[in-house]
C-alpha cells in the first residue's frame, strides 16, 4: 500500500478533525459528503483519519458544500485545537471551558465504551 509522500503536520490534522466534526454534526457520511464534492469516499475517509493530507483544491470543495468559506475551518481548528486527539476523536481532558453538545458528549460515551472492550 503507497503511503502519503508528505508528513501530515498538526494543523493538517486539526482541519482535518474540523472537517469530520461539521460532517457529522450535520449527520452526513463520508459518501454524502463524496457526493456532494466530487472528491472520492475513500481520500475523504484518508484526510479525516490523517492518512493523507488535504490540498487547497479539495479544502475549498468541501467547504463549499458546507456553505463555508475555507478559513472556517482554520478558525475553527485553531480555536480547538486541544479539543481532539490525532485520530479526530474528542479528547474530554482538553475540553475545559468549552460546552459540549448532545453529539459530542454521545460520541465521547462512545469512545470510551470502544475503549473498554
Do not use: C, W
Not at 75 to 101: E, F, H, I, M, V
Request: glycine share 8%; net charge negative; charged share 30%.
Amino acid at each position: 500500500m503507497a503511503t502519503n509522500p508528505r508528513q501530515i503536520g498538526e494543523s493538517t490534522r486539526l482541519i482535518a478533525a474540523a472537517i469530520k466534526a461539521t460532517r457529522a454534526a450535520r449527520g452526513l457520511r463520508q459518501e454524502d459528503l463524496a457526493r456532494s464534492t466530487g472528491i472520492p469516499a475513500r481520500t475523504i475517509a484518508k484526510i479525516e483519519n490523517g492518512q493523507m493530507a488535504i490540498d487547497v483544491e479539495q479544502l475549498g470543495r468541501i467547504a463549499d458544500s458546507f456553505g463555508q468559506e475555507m478559513g472556517d475551518f482554520i478558525r475553527y481548528a485553531r480555536a480547538n485545537a486541544n479539543l481532539y486527539r490525532p485520530d479526530g476523536s474528542l479528547n474530554p481532558a482538553d475540553t475545559t471551558g468549552y460546552r459540549l453538545s448532545d453529539e459530542e458528549m454521545n460520541e465521547l460515551h462512545a469512545d470510551d465504551t470502544k475503549n473498554e472492550g
